[in-house]
């Protein structure tokens, strides 16, 4: 009859070339870990709060809710006259009649919007047709104005 004997073998015992190469990370390694580490924080941390602060703006979010007031004017403006208005015309195409061609043939009676609002920050919203009239954009340039044009990151623009 065989006699199975067993003995408690630790795995240091049964891998000792495996835990024996197991070293820490040189120092050039860890320098360079850090400093990707940094690059990306820098980068993508003033991103990050930009996102976080823009959500959160009450400015923000009224300039939104104008602009959705303004594009739906600019809805109710294609659907009775053909198109939107040029960007000559303007937003005030849909306060008061214009009288520059194209010159609507179906402008509603009083308007499309009660009145134009201005953004948050006292400045006009704009808006611009594209070269065929088929869209549009509205937009409020921010808390920086239009002096900083309309490609910055504080512009806010509409959904359509």
């Known amino acids: 009859m065989r006699r199975i004997v067993t003995r408690h073998v630790s795995p240091t015992q049964l891998l000792p070339q495996f835990f024996s190469l197991q070293r820490g990370l040189s120092k050039l390694q860890m320098l360079t870990a850090i400093a990707v580490i940094a690059v990306v924080a820098v980068v993508a941390a003033p991103r990050l709060l930009n996102v976080v602060n823009h959500a959160h703006s009450p400015q923000i979010v009224t300039a939104e809710q104008d602009i959705a007031e303004i594009e739906k004017g600019l809805q109710l403006y294609k659907q009775d006259n053909g198109r939107f208005p040029t960007t000559e015309q303007g937003l005030l195409a849909l ?20 009145r134009l609002p201005r953004d948050p920050w006292g400045n006009a919203y704009a808006y611009r047709v594209s070269a065929d009239g088929d869209s549009f954009d509205v937009f409020s340039f921010g808390a920086h104005g239009p002096d900083e044009g309309d490609d910055n990151a504080g512009v806010i623009r509409g959904k359509h």
Do not use: C, F, Q, S
């Open 95 to 114: 306060i008061v009649k214009p009288g520059r061609a194209p010159v609507p043939k179906e402008w509603k009676t009083g308007g499309y919007l009660d």
